[in-house]
């Protein structure tokens, strides 16, 4: 299997990173309704509310039956959501933002991943281009790996530095070759 050029490797994880992009733009539009809702239903009002839908619909929502399921992710999700009802709305309210951001920077990670793929599939591996584009990936990588507290991200990040001077080598013998011919 070829790794670079058309009908390879590259062009796999060209159209998984459309996919995923696609798939990241939706919940990024429908994250801030869920963290509204969720502070929402964390407050007293919210609680009241749900208190008084259960009251008039009582079938709607059988706690016997949901529990049934699975037990242990039951109670998991109650235990997080008895947390989370426990932080000030202060907090909450900073979360939201916090979270947007974070998945803002993950939409831009990945338009420069599938820049940097695209690049891999359509011109040569080595050209100062494919090197500029790894730096950047790996930079935006290291802002996120702090942001998330995600020392694997910043593993990888690390990892792309060490790869661009790999390619900022390849990219110099490739332009004496071509100069040679």
């Known amino acids: 299997m ?3 050029g058309t009908k390879s490797l590259s062009s796999v994880v060209v159209k998984i990173l459309n996919v995923v992009w696609v798939l990241m733009i939706i919940v990024t539009v429908l994250a801030p309704l869920a963290g509204t809702a969720a502070i929402y239903f964390s407050t ?4 009241a509310f749900m208190a008084e839908v259960k009251a008039k619909h009582p079938d709607v929502v ?9 037990s242990a992710s039951h109670e998991k999700r109650d235990k997080d959501w008895e947390q989370f ?3 000030p709305l202060p907090v909450k309210i900073l979360m939201l933002p916090y979270g947007l951001g974070v998945l803002g920077l993950v939409l831009v990670v990945l338009r420069r991943a599938r820049a940097l793929f695209r690049s891999f599939r359509d011109e040569p591996i080595f050209r100062k281009g494919n ?11 290291i802002i996120l790996g702090i942001a998330t507290f995600d020392f694997n991200t910043l593993l990888i990040a690390v990892i792309l530095l060490m790869a661009c001077e790999v390619i900022k080598n390849g990219t110099v013998l490739q332009e004496e070759h071509d100069l040679t011919v």
Not at 131 to 141: D, I, P, V, Y
């Open 44 to 47: 007293p009002q919210g609680e």
């Open 85 to 87: 009802k426990a932080v």
């Open 131 to 141: 090197e500029q584009l790894m730096r950047g990936l790996a930079k935006l990588l």
């Open 62 to 70: 059988k706690p016997s039956e949901a529990r049934s399921l699975d």
């Open 2 to 4: 070829r790794y670079f």
